[in-house]
């Protein structure tokens, strides 16, 4: 094998897993053509739905050129896993089949995906480079704080870490006592949760006397949901430790589709195994990198569940600029929103991160907040309740509601929609052990 897989350009030594984060881009395209090829055909045999949308374009596997051609292949969305529940997406017999997760949905029925023996080796593979480029290597003690059980957090950080090497703690999401318990008693020097409940994780430290500054955790990798920039310089500053973002959907295979390097600016998609394009949503036409859009990903080398251009409704960019770190995988920009928690208030977008980006710029500000959304007469009312720090309950009123205007002042600025800003005392906000819900819309019950 030619040495520049073993060695990145600062002359550094690769693990060898993460050989395939340094190939050159001509050879990438190469592995991921020829890998594109085999998947559509695999759907296209073994996937009834999928050869019925082929056969409806009147395109057929061999139709399959160069990766371009991959816009001429159609879109699978959630409501096609919903619609062929629980298996009939499938492209493997069930005997071949040797995990199963599901997510559950907002409503009805979960989606289910499923993984050979193949697809766990892929997974393995993809979160030992997620772990390594984050620094994390054989001699690390993981503290896993996602969930174990139908969600893919849990088991798939697992599997990867320890095939690393690493010292997993399968602790699972929940049980903050216990989990403080691990982090002072076991030496653990990585942990790996929703930022959401890191911070949970953080406050209940901070009630019993615990710096968690002092411990020996060094580093740890968040996701499952948004999160901002500013957060992740609270969570790093609150513990002394490096955030990194890990970013994964079921459909696609769970945790491991991308991840951020130590350089902190942006996630390496694993574009050996997901092919990544960005597409506007309104007409479906793909973007060219560097524009914003909804994330859309194609398996490369799933068997069990091969996804084909799988609109996630997660929006992002592509960054094609060659990143520090040396790897040659384009990079995702933080997921700042899912189009679907798009909220529209009085005729303007709003997301939950712009509001989160917002508050976290006002220094007395916890991060521990929750958007409520109403209708007052016809018009709609947001209505945002956040901690800050208790020093302003024991103040004066008057910089309490002086806070309280630079608040309101920084989400209009940030989102150009007015809102009713309510400051609480710390451990008020609803705490949650996995994804935050962060936001309730009640227009939607009336
Ligand atoms: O959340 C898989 C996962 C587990 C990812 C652990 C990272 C860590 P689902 O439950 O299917 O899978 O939810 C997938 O969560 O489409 C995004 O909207 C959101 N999401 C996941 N990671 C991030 C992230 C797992 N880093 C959905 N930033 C995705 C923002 C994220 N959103």
Not at 113 to 121: G, I, K, L, P, S
Not at 137 to 145: E, P
Request: hydrophobic share 40%.
């Amino acid at each position: 094998m030619p040495a520049f897989e073993f060695w990145n350009d600062a002359g550094a030594t690769i693990h060898p897993v993460s050989m395939a984060d340094y190939l050159p881009r001509p050879q990438l395209r190469e592995v991921q053509l020829h890998r594109l090829k085999v998947v559509v055909e695999r759907a296209y045999t073994h996937v009834p739905l999928m050869r019925q949308r082929m056969d409806e374009r009147c395109f057929k596997p061999e139709d399959l050129r160069t990766l371009a051609d991959i816009a001429k292949l159609p879109f699978t969305v959630k409501a096609d896993l919903r619609d062929t529940y629980p298996f009939g997406l499938f492209a493997s017999p069930l005997s071949d089949i040797v995990r199963l997760h599901a997510s559950s949905g907002t409503t009805g029925k979960p989606i289910v995906v499923a993984y050979t023996q193949n697809d766990m080796e892929v997974w393995k593979n993809v979160i030992m480079r997620t772990m390594a480029a984050g620094g994390v290597r054989r001699g690390d003690i993981l503290q896993n704080a996602y969930g174990y059980g139908l969600f893919t957090g849990g088991l798939g950080v697992h599997y990867g870490a320890e095939a690393l090497g690493v010292t997993v703690i399968p602790i699972s999401g929940g049980n903050t006592d216990r989990q403080l318990m691990v982090l002072q008693d076991f030496g653990v020097t990585a942990i790996t949760c929703t930022p959401s409940y890191f911070l949970h994780i953080a406050d209940e430290a901070a009630k019993h006397g615990i710096d968690m500054q002092k411990l020996s955790l060094r580093v740890g990798f968040f996701g499952a949901e948004p999160w901002t920039e500013e957060m992740r310089q609270r969570i790093q500053s609150l513990a002394c430790i490096r955030a990194y973002d890990i970013y994964g959907l079921s459909e696609i295979i769970g945790p491991g589709v991308a991840a951020e390097c130590q350089e902190q600016c942006g996630l390496h998609i694993f574009e050996d195994h997901f092919y990544p394009e960005i597409i506007d949503p309104d007409t479906g036409k793909t973007l060219p990198d560097g524009a914003t859009g909804e994330l859309v990903l194609t398996t490369l080398s799933k068997e069990a569940m091969p996804m084909l251009r799988y609109r996630t409704r997660d929006i992002s960019q592509l960054v094609a600029e060659p990143c520090a770190c040396g790897r040659t995988l384009r990079r995702l920009r933080r997921i700042s929103a899912r189009s679907d928690d798009m909220l529209i208030i009085r005729g303007v977008n709003v997301y939950p991160t712009q509001i989160e980006a917002a508050l976290l710029k006002v220094d007395a500000v916890l991060p521990h907040y929750q958007i409520t959304v109403t209708r007052e007469h016809d018009l709609d009312q947001m209505d945002v309740q956040v901690e800050v720090l208790p020093a302003y309950f024991s103040d004066e009123v008057k910089s309490l509601e002086a806070l309280r205007r630079r608040i309101g002042e920084a989400i209009e600025h940030t989102t150009g929609v007015r809102a009713r800003v309510q400051l609480v005392e710390p451990n008020t906000v609803k705490r949650s052990e996995g994804k935050a819900q962060r936001v309730r819309d009640l227009r939607k019950l009336k």
